[in-house]
């Protein structure tokens, strides 16, 4: 039998080769080896490296874990369910636990979004919303309704449509021939010149959902399907929504027939001190998707919530037909399901969303605190999420942000960057004390690599 054994001495006979690591710097991983970022477990707010070193968890995962890890109430859960059926077809088949899921989940969404199909990761879910935005006009007779308007710096994941209306250039420039065409952005609201230091919501840049109009004056509005957005840009480095303008889109939107899709694959199940990025936000959309702390990143699901009115012009024809030509053969598979059942118990009996409000509280404060260290030239935050800009290093962008994270690796603390910005998004299960020395050791990394 193959063993597994993660212990220093077995990692150094560790073939590094092999293993093709998704968005990584795949050179400089294997030329370094570095020991303290390979995980041997994962418990409460804390990874231990093979060596042995605790390491907080400042992403929750990849925004994914934001009960903590290994909560036993989720882990006995899955364990359970391996025990009762491993795996159950996911077409022309279900069982009870999936269709109690979708309804646990549409009782939280707002409005009248509550038929859920269930997908693999957020990326599917992305890919499946486009999809039900492009059949369900075609299905009421407007098949003309084709383009999606997706905005800059957005990410969308990682497939043929999400990186299509994503905004990330380096995850679209090298796949451009084979990207949706038709598509559009509105411009990101990122603008230091007129929102750096903002705490929460910044005051400025509402007016920029107005290039929605000018978007629909170029196209005419019967050429649009769907816009797409993050309620809070999340993987580009926490760019946090205008106030009023998410409302402004949800006005425009209606006015033109368009669908408004939320892509909260970082901001649903409780980050935002809501359910959803929708109620924080007080916007509805058409179509939500939702991944990651729907089973708190134990088993990969994602989903799209869609508005029970898209779903009923999708119901029709005879009765023996299939609707919808899409699935995965993992959709709303046993483990998923059973992690998501247990992670639902979990925000509502411990109050997960009001929870991260407070630790929101705790954050920003921390966070802006780091105002005026050296080449910190803005901090941004909103609710459970936050993000330090730092000064490029000249003529080496990025370089910075990955000497800071190797240097909070020394200190203990796990962080995410993106180009030259730090993201946060601890885990709700955080004191006031590892905010704290999260704050701090992040203070004296960015004086480290100064
Ligand atoms: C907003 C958003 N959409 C989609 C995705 C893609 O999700 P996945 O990596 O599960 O495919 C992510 C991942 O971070 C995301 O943040």
Redesign the pocket.
Same mark, same amino acid.
């Given at each position: 039998m193959t063993q597994t054994n993660s212990s220093p001495a077995a990692v150094t006979d560790l073939d590094f080769d092999p293993y093709w690591m998704p968005f990584t710097h795949n050179r400089y991983f294997k030329q370094h080896r570095p020991l303290d970022r390979l995980m041997a477990s994962a418990k409460g707010a804390y990874y231990t490296t093979v060596e042995g070193q605790q390491l907080f968890d400042g992403l929750s995962g990849?925004?994914c874990c934001g009960l903590g890890h290994g909560d036993p109430r989720i882990t006995e859960a899955v364990k359970r369910q391996l025990d009762v059926a491993d795996y159950v077809p996911a077409f022309q088949i279900s069982s009870p636990a999936t269709f109690k899921l979708a309804q646990r989940i549409a009782e939280q969404a707002p409005g009248q979004l509550n038929r859920v199909f269930f997908t693999n990761?957020?990326?599917?879910? #992305?890919d499946t919303a486009l999809k039900i935005a492009l059949a369900y006009h075609r299905l009421r007779g407007e098949a003309s309704r084709t383009r999606f308007i997706g905005r800059e710096k957005?990410?969308?994941?990682?497939?043929f449509g999400?990186i299509s209306v994503g905004g990330m250039v380096a995850n679209r420039k090298m796949f451009a021939p084979a990207m949706l065409s038709g598509v559009d952005h509105l411009p990101h609201t990122h603008n230091p010149a007129e929102t750096a230091f903002s705490r929460g919501l910044p005051s400025w840049g509402a007016h920029l959902a107005d290039e929605l109009e000018r978007i629909v004056a170029l196209h005419d509005a019967s050429t649009i399907a769907a816009v797409i957005v993050?309620p809070m840009?999340?993987?580009v480095g926490v760019i946090p929504p205008p106030q009023g303008y998410l409302k402004r889109l949800r006005e425009i939107c209606s006015k033109h027939g368009i669908l408004l899709i939320f892509?909260? #694959?970082?901001?649903g199940f409780g980050r935002m001190g809501s359910w959803f990025g929708a109620q924080a936000f007080d916007v509805t959309p058409d179509l939500l998707?939702f991944?990651?702390g729907v089973n708190n990143g134990t088993v990969?699901m994602?989903g799209v919530i869609a508005d029970q009115s898209i779903y009923d012009t999708f119901m029709q024809g005879p009765a023996h037909a299939v609707e919808l030509f899409h699935g995965y053969t993992y959709s709303g598979h046993p483990l998923a399901v059973a992690a998501a059942h247990a992670t639902l118990d979990i925000l509502a009996q411990d109050e997960v969303p009001q929870r991260f409000a407070e630790l929101g509280k705790l954050l920003e404060d921390g966070v802006h605190s780091l105002r005026g260290e050296p080449n910190v030239i803005d901090i941004r935050n909103c609710v459970g999420a936050a993000a330090i800009d730092l000064t490029p290093l000249p003529g080496q962008p990025g370089l910075r942000a990955v000497r800071l994270f190797e240097d909070a690796l020394k200190r203990g603390f796990l962080v995410r960057f993106t180009a030259d910005t730090i993201a946060l998004g601890p885990p709700v299960i955080s004191t006031p004390t590892e905010i704290h020395a999260l704050i701090e050791a992040l203070r004296a990394s960015i004086r480290a690599v100064a």
């Open positions: 990849l925004w990761s957020g990326s599917e879910g #992305v957005a990410y969308h994941g990682v497939g999400g993050e840009q999340g993987s892509d909260e #694959v970082i901001t998707v991944a990651k990969p994602g």
